[in-house]
């Protein structure tokens, strides 16, 4: 009965995350080209715009690729994607405009419930182009009712040299269909001899399965010179579904506290369509 009922809370946290993260497909724009784990080819296209009040309305343009080789045993996937230079969602005050590309190969090397690893060697193109290898794990575990996931990749890129970036996710199931997360981020380079921080809070409800929405904050830093917070943001992420299973509308009206402006509040308006297909 125990190991039951602990299989089935194991499930259902499965179930829940693996849920939140495909409503809110997180992917596109906070992680390099694509997530380890295998789930078969797909294509992602997205429009996404942000209006900083005051300033002229930015777009962007972005496609991602994973393409599984044949006769590979699903081990080999060709990925390609456009990426903007360090731009992420949290970072308002950046343009999404200088959009880079990037194309590699990836291959498999573990796929298990409890491990997923892959090397990836490409390019990221540009003037002049950027050649990189890189190492990433991920071990999901369970702590009591928490399901968490940790995350370490080991990188080299040309022009930045080597670096690694660490990651914690901590999901919590509030009822079937609310979810309170927890993240942290921390990037290093060797190069510049400090840490980079990120740390996040979110509390997901998906209402039905045509509307979900997030209450999203998060905190910016490094440890340049001491351990030091740059940006806070506060914010509600609203995403529907508005064809079918494949095709998303998203507006994301956020507050922007960053130590550049004074700490002055600085609200933005984010929107994006998003379209998804894949054949798992």
Same mark, same amino acid.
């Given at each position: 009965?125990?190991?039951?009922?602990?299989?089935?809370?194991?499930?259902?946290?499965?179930a829940?995350?693996?849920?939140?993260? $495909?409503?809110? +497909? #997180?992917?596109?724009?906070?992680?390099? /080209?694509?997530?380890?784990?295998?789930?078969?080819?797909? %294509? !992602?296209?997205s429009?996404?715009?942000?209006?900083?009040?005051?300033?002229?309305?930015?777009?962007?343009?972005?496609?991602?690729?994973?393409?599984?080789?044949?006769?590979?045993?699903?081990?080999?996937?060709?990925?390609?994607q456009?990426?903007?230079?360090?731009?992420r969602?949290?970072?308002?005050?950046s343009?999404?405009?200088?959009?880079?590309?990037?194309?590699?190969l990836?291959?498999?090397?573990?796929e298990?419930?409890?491990? $997923?690893?892959? +090397? #990836?060697?490409?390019?990221?193109?540009? /003037?002049?182009?950027?050649?990189?290898?890189?190492?990433? %794990? !991920?071990r999901?575990?369970?702590?009591?009712?928490?399901?968490?996931l940790?995350?370490?990749?080991?990188n080299?890129?040309?022009q930045?040299g080597?670096?690694?970036?660490t990651?914690?996710?901590?999901?919590?199931?509030?009822?079937i269909?609310?979810?309170f997360?927890?993240?942290?981020?921390?990037?290093?380079?060797?190069?510049?001899?400090?840490?980079?921080?990120?740390?996040?809070?979110?509390?997901?409800?998906?209402?039905?399965?045509?509307?979900?929405?997030?209450?999203?904050?998060?905190?910016?830093?490094?440890?340049?010179?001491?351990?030091?917070?740059?940006?806070?943001?506060?914010?509600v992420?609203?995403?529907?579904?508005?064809?079918k299973?494949?095709?998303?509308?998203?507006?994301?009206?956020?507050?922007?506290?960053?130590?550049?402006?004074?700490?002055?509040?600085?609200?933005v308006?984010?929107?994006?369509l998003?379209?998804?297909f894949?054949?798992?």
């Amino acid at each position: 009965m125990a190991e039951r009922s602990r299989r089935w809370l194991v499930d259902h946290l499965d179930a829940l995350s693996g849920g939140i993260d $495909s409503f809110f +497909v #997180d992917r596109f724009f906070n992680d390099d /080209v694509t997530e380890i784990r295998g789930q078969g080819s797909y %294509a !992602r296209v997205s429009l996404f715009t942000r209006r900083e009040i005051g300033e002229p309305v930015d777009y962007k343009f972005g496609i991602s690729l994973n393409l599984e080789l044949p006769h590979t045993n699903q081990r080999l996937n060709l990925l390609l994607q456009s990426e903007d230079q360090g731009v992420r969602e949290g970072d308002l005050l950046s343009s999404p405009q200088n959009v880079t590309y990037s194309s590699a190969l990836r291959l498999i090397l573990q796929e298990s419930e409890r491990w $997923s690893s892959s +090397v #990836d060697a490409g390019v990221r193109w540009g /003037v002049p182009p950027d050649p990189f290898v890189r190492v990433r %794990a !991920r071990r999901p575990f369970y702590a009591s009712d928490w399901n968490v996931l940790f995350g370490q990749e080991i990188n080299y890129y040309t022009q930045a040299g080597y670096g690694a970036v660490t990651s914690l996710t901590w999901d919590f199931p509030l009822t079937i269909h609310r979810l309170f997360r927890l993240e942290s981020d921390t990037e290093y380079l060797l190069n510049d001899d400090f840490f980079h921080l990120s740390y996040g809070a979110g509390l997901y409800h998906e209402i039905n399965r045509i509307y979900a929405y997030a209450v999203l904050a998060g905190a910016e830093g490094n440890t340049e010179y001491d351990v030091h917070f740059e940006e806070y943001t506060l914010g509600v992420r609203v995403r529907r579904k508005v064809w079918k299973e494949w095709m998303f509308a998203e507006v994301y009206p956020q507050m922007l506290w960053a130590e550049d402006n004074d700490w002055e509040l600085t609200p933005v308006l984010m929107f994006r369509l998003e379209a998804e297909f894949s054949n798992p």
